[in-house]
């Protein structure tokens, strides 16, 4: 059965101390894998599609890297306003249905 | 920048009743999606709609969901009778094909 695994299930930084969000896959045929962020009671926003083992992307403070098992979202010197639940998703091949996982929610105190 | 739109924001109803949720898509999309989120749970998907049909649907989209597109601009998403555990935020997504733009959510209530 294809699972998406996100850990920590929360983390409470100092803002400015940079750290990284974990996604782990076991799917056959990754297709893509995504990163949003959710802020309560709001839609996820998109934020990164990553395809291939070895791929970065980057976005402000933040960086997405993917190997053939999981995804790494770094986020370096944070910010409270980057307090939210980030999402991880993933697109396998031959389905238009995108898994997400539980999400990680980060609290950023000033 | 265009955004998904979902109307309305909130819904209450009584069990059993039918409810209708409205989604507009960003224009130049083909590729639309429903999902649920129960409260401090995770985001499901339910259903996936391309070039005017079904592509795919979860477990959870029985007979009593069912999706259209009525025209060339709005997305329904609608339960027949609803019940107390279909209380969740349900977003439309839209995008090109291998990404997707959620739009705000529509709270459902069910009492």
């Known amino acids: 059965e294809d699972q998406v695994t996100q850990s920590p299930e929360a983390l409470r930084l100092q803002e400015g101390e940079s750290s990284s969000l974990n996604c782990s896959y076991t799917v056959s045929g990754l297709r893509g894998l995504f990163w949003y962020r959710q802020d309560p009671g709001k839609g996820p926003e998109f934020l990164f599609t990553?395809?291939?083992a070895g791929e970065e992307k980057e976005k402000e403070r933040l960086k997405a890297t993917l190997t053939k098992k999981e995804s790494f979202l770094h986020i370096t010197a944070p910010k409270p306003e980057d307090s939210a639940t980030y999402l991880c998703a993933v697109l396998i091949y031959n389905f238009n249905k995108f898994y997400f996982g539980s999400g990680t929610k980060l609290n950023v105190k000033p | 920048e265009p955004e998904v739109t979902q109307t309305p924001s909130h819904q209450v109803t009584q069990m059993g009743q039918e409810v209708i949720l409205r989604c507009v898509p960003i224009s130049n999309h083909l590729y639309f999606y429903w999902y649920r989120q129960i409260l401090g749970q995770k985001v499901e998907f339910l259903v996936s709609f391309y070039n005017n049909e079904i592509s795919e649907k979860s477990e959870i989209f029985d007979d009593q969901f069912s999706v259209e597109r009525p025209d060339g601009s709005n997305f329904t998403l609608k339960i027949r009778s609803t019940k107390l555990e279909d209380s969740a935020m349900y977003f439309c997504a839209s995008g090109p094909a291998d990404t997707q733009y959620f739009g705000p959510g529509t709270r459902l209530t069910v009492l």
């Open positions: 990553l395809y291939s």
